[in-house]
């Protein structure tokens, strides 16, 4: 039978293209999300916004972007929809249409809901094509797919500098064509995902874990509770240190975005390397490591000199951003058959406490200073104590049976 002529066809030839084709289209998905944070500045003075309203767009924004997406994986999940990440990436392009041409409030809410639905119908499925083309290295795969967002995250608020800023709300039209692009790409892969679910390739049945219910609902709980750790502490980084570093080592505004640009290439450099590290011993022990063994860097990030502090953070920025993809994929096998839902709750609560913890740390900041909020954040990597109570999911309750009783023979 003659397969369909795609640039994806052949799923044993083309899974790192496949892997490329999404981690790229990842890229200009959240070039275009970090964007629409980056412009504020413009819509604020342009329609003379208040910082009441300016909060409401973020609250627009940051919903539509994350609590959707568990909602659009639940319903991929009982019904894939191979197109619709390019339909997803169509609801971003209109919204930037539109808010090129806001001229009112409302219509700048309603584009950056537009904006936050593409975001939320993407990273479920694209999660879920990552997982499709991995060939069994699930960790790499999910790597791949997330560094290309990590550099889209990086990217879009220098676009934003040096192209919407000087030339006004208009220009943010020209980024629609971004959009077309990453439509173009995503619909390639649609039809490689397509062809997957019409003709499935044999492969090994997924080995269950064997944990009950409780056991798994304690195990996700406390994988919730590690994100809130990751999240908030790299929020703390990439939202403030800049401001942390002009008030406490007196250095000018650009000296410190070159701090924070080392910082995002070491997140970007842990993101690459968490999932493969996690193939090969195991994504608890990754998990483990990332958030619990940056703790000591954590701790004495606030106490050292300027040049030291640079190490530190690039050293805490490689081992956070390596835990991400060891916790989806760790998520993902802890509740088989469940990958859009899971991939939609971890991706929608990564966006939603990072703009809860900007909002929050703020405000704090606002009342007790900046350095005394990185101490007090310095604390938050010790809640990684709470990986003791992880499975291995790669051993099954009866060989720790077993092993319980040669231990006790």
Known sequence: MNTPSTPFASADRTTFRVLAAISFAHFLNDTMQ???LAIYPLFKSGLQLNFGQIGLITLTFQCTASILQPLVGYYTDRHPQPFSLAFGMGC????????????????????????????????????????LASGGRHGLAQSIFQVGGNAGTAVG??????????????????????????????????????????????????????????????????LLALMFSKFFYLTSISSYLIFYLMHQYDIDTRTAQYHL?????????????????????????????????????????????????????????????????????????????????????????AFGLAGIGAAVLGQLADLWGIVQVYQLCAFLPLIGLLAVFLP???????????????ARA
Not at 291 to 315: E, M, Q, R, W
Request: charged letters at 10%; proline letters at 7%.
């Open 34 to 36: 970090s964007l629409m």
């Open 92 to 131: 971003t392009l209109s919204g930037l249409l539109l808010l090129s041409q806001a001229a009112s409030f409302p219509m700048v809410l309603l584009a950056a809901a537009l904006v936050g639905s593409g975001s939320s119908i993407f990273h479920p499925e694209s999660s879920r094509v990552a997982r």
């Open 157 to 222: 608020p220098l676009l934003a500098a040096w192209i919407v800023l000087p030339h006004g709300q208009g220009s943010i039209a020209l980024f629609s064509l971004v959009a077309l692009l990453a439509m173009l790409v995503l619909t390639g892969v649609g039809f490689w995902y397509r062809h997957q679910h019409r003709n499935p390739k044999r492969s090994a049945p997924v080995k269950p874990h064997g944990l009950p219910k409780r056991r798994v609902m304690q195990t996700l709980a406390v």
């Open 261 to 349: 640009f080392f910082f995002l290439f070491a997140v970007a450099a842990g993101t690459l390397l968490g999932g493969p590290l996690g193939d090969r011993i195991g994504r608890q022990r990754v998990i483990w490591i990332s958030i619990l063994g940056v703790a000591p860097f954590t701790l004495a990030l606030p106490y050292v000199g300027l040049g030291t502090s640079v190490g530190l953070t690039l050293i805490i920025g490689f081992l956070l951003a390596s835990a991400f993809p060891a916790i989806v994929v760790y998520a993902q096998e802890l509740i088989p058959g469940r990958i859009g839902t899971i991939s939609g709750l971890f991706f929608g609560l």
């Open 392 to 406: 291995d999911l790669r051993r099954t309750p009866d060989q720790d049976a077993t092993d319980s009783v040669a």
